[in-house]
């Protein structure tokens, strides 16, 4: 445990930061399995206008460092990618 202030101060925000950073992480993933059941389930109207929220949930995480900037855009790009692969398959 710390003793002095300083160290109960950083070990709070320490605490109130990583249960902001879960929170986003958590919502991020669960907006992209929601988002892939979507596509499989062939809501693809659906899951084109859900996509437009995954990619705001995503960019958030980047840009407060819960994940890094380039997973962002990998991810970004194979669920879009994701879309048009299964527009594809239905034609």
Avoid: H, W
Avoid at 22 to 35: D, G, N, P
Avoid at 57 to 85: E, G, Q, T
Wanted: no cysteine.
């Amino acid at each position: 445990m710390p003793i002095t202030q300083s160290a109960k101060k950083a070990l709070r925000q320490n605490i109130r930061r990583r249960m902001r950073n879960l929170k986003r992480k958590t919502e991020l993933k669960s907006a992209i399995k929601q988002y892939k059941k979507m596509v499989v389930a062939g809501d693809k109207e659906g899951a084109k206008k859900f996509l437009s929220q995954v990619y705001k949930k995503l960019d958030k995480a980047a840009k407060v460092n819960s994940i890094k900037k380039n997973r962002a855009s990998r991810l970004k790009s194979r669920l879009s990618k994701l879309l048009v692969v299964s527009r594809g398959a239905a034609l």
